[in-house]
């Protein structure tokens, strides 16, 4: 006879930690004002008549109850699919610390028959109970939204037609679940463009404060012509927009390099040429 209450304690305790672990690496990140891989967690400890039927179905005796690997389940839901693998990869960085992996499954690419797909991860995880440390399993999905979406729809359908679905929902739910694909395929090649949107921004916006330092150190040494004529080129640049504008501010900016490395070279001559005259 199972005590459930004192069964399910653990569950419970892991389930809220690694919630908390979880939604505490989200807010590190949006602290940092950079991208969470992670959009919100949720998690739960299963029913006990569920628990008590998939035991049944796996002829699991009262005593066998813990060899059940979802009675503690997590779901981290991300906005991109890749987000979901920088989960995997969070998770795996935890790999011996307070975890260990059992099992992975990911029915991300390798789509279940039923048009499901997620990450699955089934996790040991330690709590420690008043009667001493105690190992519990605990199965871990992570998914896009857009998959959230549609298994929680086709789980609560499945759900109404207890398990068997006419056989014209279930192809239609399997072309949504294609769209659902395709859905998350283009909101991730936005955020790709996106991106690389923003790295372009960034390598330009340092090409040209590279250039305009490069200029200001120039007149700093007093070689004003060549200063005023480099910023004249760098100034014609950004007024004639050209579709090469990039390579013309590149090679600007290695021009300069050139010019205040043969500076660097002419100082330590110059400082030569001095040691010599002082000998
Ligand atoms: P935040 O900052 O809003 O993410 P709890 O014990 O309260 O932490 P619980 O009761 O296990 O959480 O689960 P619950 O209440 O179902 O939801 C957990 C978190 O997921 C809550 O946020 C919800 O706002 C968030 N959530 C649930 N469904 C959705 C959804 O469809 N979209 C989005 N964006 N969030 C959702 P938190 O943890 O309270 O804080
Ligand atoms: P719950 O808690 O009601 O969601 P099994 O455990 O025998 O069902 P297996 O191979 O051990 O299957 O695990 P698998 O396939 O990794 O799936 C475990 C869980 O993934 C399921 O839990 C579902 O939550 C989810 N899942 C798997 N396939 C589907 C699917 O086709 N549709 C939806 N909506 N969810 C799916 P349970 O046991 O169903 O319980």
Not at 55 to 61: R, Y
Not at 173 to 195: F, G, P, W
Not at 242 to 248: F, G, K, L, R, S
Request: glycine fraction near 4%; proline fraction near 2%; hydrophobic fraction near 40%.
């Amino acid at each position: 006879m199972v005590r459930w209450s004192e069964f399910l304690m653990p569950y419970e305790t892991a389930v809220e930690e690694l919630k908390g672990k979880l939604k505490r690496i989200r807010d590190e990140y949006r602290k940092n004002n950079e991208h969470a891989p992670i959009e919100f967690v949720v998690g739960r400890v299963k029913q006990i008549p569920s628990i008590i039927e998939k035991a049944k179905k796996l002829g699991l005796g009262d005593e066998e109850v813990d060899k059940l690997d979802d009675i503690g389940g997590i779901r981290v839901i991300c906005q991109f699919e890749d987000d979901i693998y920088r989960v995997v990869e969070l998770l795996r960085s935890r790999e011996g610390m307070d975890l260990e992996i059992m099992t992975e499954k990911d029915y991300v690419q390798d789509v279940k028959e039923s048009g499901y797909r997620s990450y699955h991860m089934i996790i040991k995880y330690p709590i420690f109970t008043i009667q001493g440390l105690k190992f519990v399993f605990i199965e871990i999905q992570i998914r896009t939204m857009a998959m959230n979406f549609w298994a929680t729809v086709e789980h609560s359908l499945r759900y109404k037609y207890k398990g068997e679905l006419p056989a014209h929902i279930a192809e239609k739910l399997k072309s949504t679940a294609h769209e659902v694909y395709l859905l998350d395929k283009e909101m991730q090649e936005i955020r790709d463009e996106i991106i690389s949107a923003q790295n372009l921004f960034m390598h330009k916006s340092n090409t040209s404060s590279q250039i305009l330092t490069a200029i200001g150190n120039l007149e700093i040494m007093d070689r004003y012509d060549e200063a005023a004529g480099y910023r004249r080129i760098f100034n014609q640049i950004n007024v004639e927009k050209a579709p090469d504008m990039e390579e013309q501010m590149e090679k600007l900016s290695l021009e300069l390099k050139k010019a205040m490395s043969l500076d660097k070279e002419s100082v330590i001559k110059e400082f030569a040429r001095m040691e010599g005259l002082n000998d």
